[in-house]
């Protein structure tokens, strides 16, 4: 498999939409609104573009992770959520290589460090 990882952009949100849905269809913890969630924070303050990364094996974009700004106390962080992966392709280190790219990337930006929100 061919995996690559870029920024996401506006031309993808429908599909990430998707995508998000198929991911989490299934989550034992879920409330069938990771999708909106993403929605929502696209046009928050919070939202870093830099930071809202696609996952494409092959060409197919098969994955998606978001972090947003966090304050904690006097700091500003990084929020991980939601991160999602197409069931066909979970398992296979495409979540960990989102993870890791981002936090690559954060680095660069200055961030110390992001918090996971969710479940287990």
């Not at 094996?57 to 700004?69: Q, S």
């Not at 304050?71 to 960990?96: E, K, N, W």
């Not at 993870?99 to 961030?111: N, Q, S, T």
């Amino acid at each position: 498999m061919n995996l690559t990882i870029r920024q996401e952009q506006p031309c993808d949100w429908e599909n990430t939409s998707v995508l998000i849905q198929t991911a989490f269809a299934h989550a034992e913890h879920r409330d069938g609104n990771e999708h909106i969630l993403v929605q929502l924070l696209r046009t928050d303050s919070a939202f870093i573009p830099e930071l809202s990364l696609i996952a494409e094996a092959d060409g197919t974009a098969v994955g998606h992770i978001l972090f947003t700004k966090l304050t904690i106390g006097t700091q500003t962080q990084l929020a991980l959520a939601p991160l999602s992966v197409l069931p066909d392709y979970q398992r296979q280190g495409i979540g960990s290589a989102l993870v890791l790219e981002g936090h690559r990337i954060a680095k660069k930006m200055g961030y110390g460090y992001s918090v996971v929100l969710g479940s287990d």
